[in-house]
């Protein structure tokens, strides 16, 4: 059962610290997107990527935040230094390009303190 | 822009009742759209989703949507609900990004289910 899988599930750190998000997407997948889930602004998507290229990452606060795809199997996403708004569940989604359908990870929820 | 409008935010309805949720969108062409449904403490998972043809979609667990470009709606159907399908659901219409197809989600309905 392919499934796209994320770590860590949950977080908790200082504000200032630097936090690692991890995400393996579904073997064969293409796309690659990050996305920001809290209540008041519900699902913002941050970057995406194509064959591991980052396409857009206009949605991300880019003086802290950054996204790479360093091999076909790994997504990461840093924020530095984080602050408490930062607060959310990150989730990233895979999928192949021309089909528009994403597969999302369970997420991680991160709390900065 | 693309836009979704779920004019919903919360519904509540009896265990064995029908259910619609509203889903609106706004898109310049031929949309492609789906509905998610996420559990507490989980992720997205696809009910179902329309790219063409027959205007009338099923999905997984007893769902289906309804293709209206009159209207530019999709709605989401069940004809019984059970107390597992409580959860929030998301409409979402796919986009042409810079070269890969993005979607951009509505706000999402929560779905209570009184027993």
């Known amino acids: 059962d392919a499934r796209v899988t994320q770590t860590p599930r949950d977080k908790v750190t200082e504000m200032g610290q630097e936090v690692t998000m991890r995400c393996q997407p579904i073997?064969?997948?293409?796309?690659v997107f990050w996305y920001r889930q809290t209540m008041m602004q519900g699902l913002e998507l941050l970057a995406y990527?194509?064959?591991?290229?980052?396409?857009?990452d206009s949605g991300m606060p880019k003086d802290r935040f950054s996204a790479e795809m360093p091999d076909a199997t790994l997504a990461t996403l840093k924020i530095q230094p984080s602050e408490p708004r930062d607060s959310a569940v990150y989730f990233c989604?895979?999928?192949?390009?021309?089909?528009?359908?994403?597969?999302f990870g369970p997420g991680t929820r991160l709390t900065v303190l | 822009a693309q836009s979704v409008t779920q004019p919903d935010i919360h519904i509540t309805v009896s265990e064995g009742a029908s259910l619609e949720l509203r889903c609106n969108y706004s898109?310049?062409?031929?949309?492609?759209l789906f509905w998610y449904v996420q559990s507490p403490g989980q992720g997205l998972q696809l009910l179902l989703k329309?790219?063409?043809?027959?205007?009338l979609v099923q999905g997984i667990k007893g769902f289906e949507a309804e293709f209206k470009r009159s209207q530019s709606s999709f709605n989401l159907r069940k004809p019984s609900v059970h107390w597992s399908d409580a959860a929030e659901y998301f409409c979402?219409?796919?986009?042409?990004?810079?070269?890969?197809?993005?979607?951009?989600f509505g706000q999402g309905t929560r779905l209570t289910i009184n027993p």
């Open positions: 989604a895979s999928g192949l390009f021309g089909y528009n359908e994403q597969f």
């Open positions: 073997l064969g997948h293409n796309t």
């Open positions: 990527f194509r064959n591991r290229a980052p396409l857009d």
């Open positions: 898109y310049g062409a031929t949309p492609y």
């Open positions: 329309y790219f063409s043809g027959d205007t």
């Open positions: 979402a219409v796919g986009a042409l990004g810079q070269g890969a197809q993005k979607l951009v």
